[in-house]
């Protein structure tokens, strides 16, 4: 059995740190994605919308495609349309795996997966982001919430018994 050498042993264990390094060779940690609005069940055109995550902010008039870092945080997007009174808020675009992921875990041997979680490049959004305006006048606001009776007081309550005369004996039933 051949022992490998020193050289050989180090050059794997370089190759090894390499590949650790180059964990988002197969992902990418920007996406191009379609903003699209509607209202009524048509199309909204001329929608202003901001998304941010944690890593950043656009813009983009709707409808249109835009390029934005990746995350594993929420995408949040606010659009509001000039004139009208239509506004759409959605907090919580949630990113997805993505399938580089896996590749990654398996050539890193699980060190490209911590990579690809903090550079966003290991998570997608959607590719077309549909966000529905709503006029807020038409909004029904929610119900006030019905108040709760007050907790009973957890004071012991003292029962005071009535003093009853004693009642006399009735006569003994003869058979």
């Not at 964990?23 to 909204?44: H, P, S, W």
């Not at 709503?134 to 309550?157: G, K, S, T, Y």
Request: proline share 12%; aromatic share 6%; hydrophobic share 40%.
């Amino acid at each position: 059995m051949r022992v490998p050498s020193s050289a050989a042993l180090a050059a794997r264990t370089l190759l090894l740190f390499g590949l650790g390094g180059c964990a988002t060779l197969t992902g990418n940690t920007e996406q191009m994605v379609l903003v699209q609005t509607i209202q009524d069940n048509r199309e909204l055109t001329g929608a202003g919308c901001i998304l941010s995550n944690d890593v950043g902010k656009w813009f983009v008039t709707t409808p249109g495609r835009i390029t934005i870092r990746k995350s594993r945080e929420p995408l949040k997007v606010d659009c509001r349309r000039h004139g009208s009174p239509a506004i759409a808020t959605d907090d919580h675009i949630d990113p997805k795996l993505n399938a580089s992921v896996w590749g990654n875990v398996i050539l890193t041997l699980g060190v490209g997966y911590f990579i690809d979680r903090n550079t966003g490049a290991g998570f997608d959004y959607p590719s077309i982001l549909t966000i529905v305006m709503q006029d807020p006048a038409r909004l029904v606001p929610p119900a006030p919430p019905i108040p709760a009776p007050p907790p009973a007081a957890a004071v012991p309550e003292i029962v005071v018994q009535p003093k009853v005369a004693p009642s006399p004996l009735p006569n003994p039933v003869v058979y």
